[in-house]
């Protein structure tokens, strides 16, 4: 842990991992210190930066209330690596052009873009018809829901091959649940501003409204929330299926250990200093004694492998990857792709796209918001948080797809 504050305004002591939090990722934290659900202190790991309402790289426990927006709008979001039986010197560079070629075959990126038949998720229709009487539910998310299982989606979404210093060839995905679990998210968090307006209920921000989860609404939030943890989770081994399909395809008679598929984006009942408590990570891995975790730097940094330490200070979590120090516009408006190049080195990966014009877009040319200048150093992310994990093994880009 790096430092601690706490002052008379505050409900309940800051604990942060990070050597420095800017300042709009502060203020969301001391909104958190003085909420009246917050238990025992506040954690930011050290790739904290700003969310909706709760800094991503954020971890909470409530006893009573659970909180929407400190789930966040991709509901599930997390991390998928297998790790394979191919030596990392077989891995020329023209193999993973074609791997990269085949992966964008069999695996579809963006809003409804499943253009295979076998997208059942045992029966998608029937599981959503559990669900026709929640006020987010449409024919279109339902449709949406179908088409988007299986797919990557955009922004920060990636699969990739890697190199680790085990001598082995990686495979690793980010992706969530989708359409899906951004309007459960934001259906839930209008339920609880309503509630907090009923009520009256003085609340530090807005965007930090909550609902008891004994109550008919917070009970509702669960159940959704689990079915788009189990659509992320399925929507991730969908993924890294055709991942392997693709790659076997290229590289031949390669064999694939057990996937490891976790959660960064989600709120669990836990027991922590002595009380049952729902602990919410927004972009934060739990790291119980042992377990297996994934971290991620940018698309042209290293990744890391960890085990768990399960320190109760950070409520068993550490880090979901290297975190941003850029927004995607700023990145896209003050950086060129020619340094951004130079910045991927001699990773594979599909050149800059245009940026997307409209209300609220980019005002530069390409988009650049995924280079590794928007991220902080992974390096420095593992550094701080040592009494949290211990790093197994650090991965090197060599193909990227981005979403």
Partial sequence: MKWIKKEDSYRVPLKSWCDQVEAEAMKQAEDLVRHPSVFRHVALMPDCHPGYGMPIGGVIACEADIIPNAVGVDIGCGMGAVRTSLGVGEAERSRLREAVTKIRELIPCGEGRSHRSDQSWEHMDHRMEDFRDRGWYSGHVKDLAGKNLGTLGGGNHFIEIQAGDDGRIWLMIHSGSRHLGNIIAKYYHTLALSLATRKNIALPSKDLAFLPVDSPEGKDYIRDMNFALAYARENRRQIMDRFMAAVSSVFRNVHFEDPVNIHHNYAVLERHFGRDVWVHRKGAT??????????????????????????????????????????????????????????????????????????????????????????????????????????????????????
């Fill in 286 to 403: 739990s790291a119980r004694d042992g377990e297996t975790g994934i971290i991620p730097g940018s698309m042209g940094t290293p990744s890391y492998i960890v085990k768990g330490l399960g320190n109760p200070e950070s409520f068993l979590s550490c880090s979901h990857g290297a975190g941003r120090v850029m927004g995607r516009k700023e990145a896209s408006r003050t950086l060129s792709p020619a340094e951004c190049d130079r910045a991927m080195g001699d990773v594979v990966f599909d050149r800059w796209s245009k940026a997307k014009r409209g209300k609220g877009k980019s005002k530069g040319e390409f988009d650049l918001g995924e280079a590794p200048q928007a991220y902080k150093d992974i390096e420095s992310v593992i550094e701080s948080e040592l009494d949290l994990i211990r790093p197994i093994v650090k991965l090197r880009p060599l193909a990227v797809v981005k979403g």
